[in-house]
């Protein structure tokens, strides 16, 4: 397997961490109204974020360069970009800037999650194997786990102070 290009992939997750956190940041200042200066400069910053992931880092000249894992999750976060884009651009209520800030968040996370996981498994070098799930305990062994764990907490202070 080649190197991981990760060209423009880490770039989108940087540009969509920043928009997630400033119109978070926008919607804080939402009882100023959505022509505060407050709420407007987050918007055209988060708006500035989208328009570089778009026209600098996932032009078609990188995004040809990429794994197909990778390619995929570039051509989904183009796409989020477009469409945040033109709703910050057409933006009419706080409700809205609400909803965006919410999805472009949720969005963010989760593509981070892919593609750090992705790259974490894709990796030639890393050699990380996905962890196999561990079985969740009942509520009956859990109990005694933490009841044992409290009989030995309390013999330890008992032998402490004698």
């Not at 940087?14 to 939402?30: D, I, Q």
């Not at 390619?71 to 970009?81: H, I, Q, Y």
């Not at 933006?91 to 949720?106: F, H, K, N, P, Y």
């Not at 044992?148 to 013999?155: A, H, I, P």
Request: hydrophobic residues 30%; glycine residues 4%.
């Amino acid at each position: 397997m080649s190197d991981v290009a990760s060209a423009c992939v880490p770039c989108a997750v940087g540009h969509f961490s920043t928009s997630a956190g400033v119109l978070n940041e926008a919607f804080r200042f939402r009882n100023e109204g959505l022509t505060s200066p407050q709420v407007l400069d987050r918007i055209a910053k988060a708006i500035e974020e989208q328009n570089a992931l778009e026209r600098v880092d996932l032009t078609p000249e990188k995004m040809q360069k990429l794994q197909p894992w990778e390619r995929s999750l570039a051509e989904e976060a183009l796409t989020k970009s477009r469409e945040l884009r033109h709703s910050l651009e057409s933006i009419q209520s706080v409700e809205e800037l609400e909803g965006l800030a919410a999805d472009t968040e949720e969005f963010y996370k989760k593509l981070n999650r892919e593609w750090t996981t992705k790259r974490l498994l894709e990796c030639p070098t890393c050699q990380i194997k996905p962890e196999e799930p561990k079985p969740k305990k009942s509520r009956v062994e859990y109990g005694s786990e933490a009841a044992e764990k409290r009989r030995k907490l309390l013999e330890e202070i008992r032998s402490e102070t004698y």
